[in-house]
């Protein structure tokens, strides 16, 4: 130990020496341990098993439909049942369904975010509450309790934490419930875990229609396995399942088997890619970092050459030298992964703070816990033995004779320490060109994203949620009415050039699908019918979104109940369904192979529902006055800042209905960014990560021929002396530093075109080896190597030769 501490004490004095050495080593190490610290602590909570009793039990149970290219959807409520009852490998089953709710008479009208559960939801997730209890059987019976669960958020919002909040009225969509529980604050529910739940409600209360009907597919199922039952064997039992439904229900099951997923893979399996790609490119930013480290400290032990030759001549063994200066690496190390902490901190806050919602689940967990303490400490400990093993055992290696003779400062450094740096050098051109054409790859991806065709104008482009009260608006007519009142003065309102609204609404709306029947084109069964999305919108959607009308007419106020139904389709449906023919006048119907049927009177153009990534999908748009819904999401077209009309909306809605809330106020041009939040993310990492990489190889390169020209100055100096010109020289120096330079680039290209198809999966438009990307990064890359190698070879063509001479 006394040992330990006295080369403790000695590095410390070494460091003191060299400031301006220790300073760009630490900040090196700190900087590259940092940003790893940051990244491990967003993928360890990400990626860790989830907050849930035994969670390897739990399980997502989904129904497919491959006949129709949808391999996962959702569960119809008699299916579930009968899952529940028929199965033998889960203890239990639950059903949960999105849903949103109204909440009146407690301060201004809120929105809330909640679902409809079974009861038995909560012990299959192993969930207690913090006040109350959960769902018990009875409140599954038909006809349902008013009984309600309310998160620890909005306990605290909007309750102020009321201890005796338990058995008091809470009023949703105009009906009283009776809260029963209050939830944990530090859990998160599926399907969607990282969404924030203000209520849950028993699943009883769907509309009876909706739960009766086995052909309507809403809901998500979770199951707890029993401990002596896998998942193959959970999937192989349901399967059987499946086939005997499919033949006891032809007209419904036919075609739809059952998928079963792990909780944990549903919930992280779309990020755990992205997040593995992440860690490897810090991966790569801190063998950088070592490998410029380990050159400073190459530098470094030539000038210390002479020292530890007298320490080698008055007794220290080479091992005990060697443990010296790897001491001094391991130091050096800790000290730069103690600020590294302090950075990685600081990143985490950044990352939390600026990463989009839903980009990452279960961000609110990612913290600096002991596990990243212990990660930090360890990849601190490996960085300083990474960069510090062979220059010690380089330096430990000394010619006395060699070393103590009056003109051998500097200049010894021998065959086997210029081939490290060398091959340290192109390490780092290498591993920088990996980085800079994947993140050339996923900014380019990113561009072609943003320039797709939207299919609509989301500039000028407003839009707000409004679902109304089902208790105070329970008859169409209502619906129909408040909608028609609440465009009008819309339209009115100065600034407004058109309003609209819609039930879904592109990049913003549900994933929601109907069955479509062509008239004169029967099916045997509904299952085998298309599928398409289905709106309903006002007359003006289409002016206030901007989208062009093809052919015909669109929708008006003369499409209302009572007339005949009339539909609006986009281009890819009428493509599908009647190519090379005239769609206008033709009929389909979304209830059923015997109508009603609706006539096409318009085709629109094709627009991107689901994403800027995803293909257009089948569309029909019906108009809301021939089937009135309760929910609508406003388009206002503004002359203006659409982001400046979001309190005079919300006041023309009040003015209606002072109870009526308003939610999800934004710009359309925000819903397009949100909606590429992800890629964005990836690539703005990935790019940082690169550009310091890029940094990291310049210094690099820099570092190493500068030290060359120092090592070379009494030769260089003789050049002159007996006649070069400082272009020789200066063509010279460049000369071999491009050498290197060039072949770090060639094996950064090899090593790229292998490895770069691990981003496929990112891409969008864009081939993993593009030879475009891969052509400019190399010149890129190229170019500041030539910069990098410049610098010095300069300085050395203004080598003076008496004195370089003189010096030696």
Not at 226 to 237: I, L, M, R, V
Not at 710 to 715: A, F, S
Request: hydrophobic share 45%; glycine share 8%.
């Amino acid at each position: 130990m006394e040992t330990i501490l006295r080369d403790v004490r000695h590095s410390l004095r070494m460091l003191l020496k060299s400031r301006s050495f220790a300073a760009v080593a630490i900040f090196t190490v700190a900087l590259a341990i940092g940003a790893n610290t940051a990244i491990f602590s967003v993928v360890y909570a990400v990626l860790r098993p989830l907050s849930y009793r035994n969670p390897e039990q739990l399980m997502v149970v989904n129904s497919t439909n491959l006949k129709r290219g949808l391999p996962q959807i959702g569960v119809s409520f008699p299916d579930y049942l009968d899952w529940k009852n028929q199965n033998s490998s889960f203890e239990q089953l639950a059903a949960l369904r999105n849903a949103s709710f109204n909440l009146t008479g407690v301060g201004e009208p809120e929105r809330l975010s909640g679902l409809f559960v079974t009861a038995s939801l909560f012990p299959v997730l192993g969930v207690e509450p913090a006040l109350g209890r959960t769902f018990i059987p009875e409140d599954d019976a038909p006809g349902g309790s008013t009984s309600v669960i309310i998160s620890h958020d909005l306990w605290q919002r909007r309750f102020s934490s009321d201890p005796g909040i338990i058995n008091k009225a809470l009023t949703l969509e105009g009906e009283n419930f009776n809260i029963i529980g209050v939830m944990r604050p530090d859990l998160r529910f599926p399907p969607d875990d990282d969404l924030r739940r203000d209520v849950w409600v028993p699943l009883s209360l769907f509309p009876e229609r909706q739960l009766k009907n086995r052909g309507r597919h809403f809901l998500t199922v979770v199951g707890r396995l029993k401990p002596d039952a896998s998942q193959e064997q959970a999937q192989a039992e349901m399967n059987t399942i499946a086939t005997r439904l499919e033949q006891e229900y032809p007209e419904t099951n036919s075609g739809y088997g059952v998928r079963i997923i792990s909780l944990y893979e549903d919930t992280v399996g779309t990020v755990r890619k992205s997040l593995y790609i992440l860690l490897g490119a810090v991966g790569l930013v801190l063998l950088i970092a070592c490998g410029n480290v380990a050159n400073l400290l190459l530098a470094r032990s030539a000038a210390r050459e002479r020292e530890i030759a007298i320490r080698s001549a008055l007794g220290a063994s080479r091992r005990r030298l060697v443990r010296q200066l790897l001491t001094e690496s391991l130091f050096l190390s800790l000290i730069g992964g103690a600020f590294g902490l302090l950075l990685a901190y600081g990143g985490t806050r950044f990352l939390i703070a600026n990463t989009p919602p839903g980009t990452i689940p279960r961000l609110e967990e990612v913290g600096m816990d002991w596990r990243v303490l212990i990660f930090s400490f360890l990849i601190s400990v490996l960085t300083g033995l990474i960069f510090g093993i062979m220059p010690s055992l380089h330096a430990a290696k000394v010619d006395l004779t060699t070393s103590l003779s009056e003109g051998a400062r500097g200049s010894t450094e021998g065959g086997r320490g210029r081939s490290f740096r060398t091959a340290l050098m192109i390490a780092e051109v290498s591993l920088a060109l990996l980085l800079l054409i994947g993140a050339g790859l996923l900014i380019k991806s990113f561009e072609r994203l943003r320039q797709v065709d939207k299919g609509f104008e989301s500039d000028k482009l407003l839009t707000a949620s409004v679902a109304l009260s089902e208790v105070k608006y329970e008859e169409p007519p209502q619906q129909v009415a408040f909608f028609q009142q609440l465009l009008q003065k819309l339209e009115t309102t100065p600034g407004v050039q058109y309003a609209g609204a819609a039930s879904d609404v592109p990049l913003l709306g549900r994933d929601s699908y109907e069955n479509v029947f062509i008239e004169g084109r029967p099916v045997e069964k509904s299952s085998d019918a298309l599928q398409a999305g289905g709106q309903v919108v006002t007359p003006n959607y289409f002016r206030a979104m901007g989208i062009p009308l093809r052919k015909g007419r669109p929708l008006t106020d003369e499409d209302v109940a009572g007339k005949p139904m009339s539909v609006v389709i986009n281009e890819t449906m009428a493509n599908r369904l009647w190519p090379g023919e005239d769609p206008l006048n033709k009929r389909i119907s979304a209830a059923g192979p015997t109508g009603p049927w609706m006539t096409v009177v318009g085709v629109v153009k094709d627009i991107r529902y689901r994403g800027l990534n995803t293909e257009p999908r089948l569309e029909m748009y019906v108009s809301y006055q021939q089937l009135p819904v309760d929910s609508m999401t406003l388009v206002l077209r503004t002359t203006s800042d659409p982001g400046a009309f979001g309190t005079a909306l919300r006041n023309q809605v009040w003015a209606l209905d002072k109870d009526q809330p308003v939610t999800a106020i934004k710009t359309m041009d925000e819903a397009v960014s949100d909606s590429i939040a992800r890629e964005r993310f990836n690539m703005q990492l990935i790019t940082i990560f690169a550009l310091v990489a890029l940094v990291l190889a310049a210094v690099g390169i820099y570092g190493v021929m500068s030290y060359y020209v120092v090592q070379r100055t009494h030769e260089i100096g003789i050049l002159l002396a007996l006649g070069a010109q400082p272009l020789d020289v200066l063509k010279l120096v460049v000369k071999q530093g491009m050498m290197r330079a060039l072949l770090g680039v060639a094996i950064g290209l090899v090593g790229a075109f292998i490895l770069t198809r691990v981003v496929a999966g990112l891409l969008f438009g864009v081939s993993p080896t593009d030879p475009a990307t891969f052509l400019g990064v190399s010149f890129l890359l190229t170019f500041v190597a030539l910069m990098a190698c410049y610098i010095p070879a300069r300085r050395a063509a203004k080598v003076d030769p008496m004195t370089a001479l003189r010096h030696e």
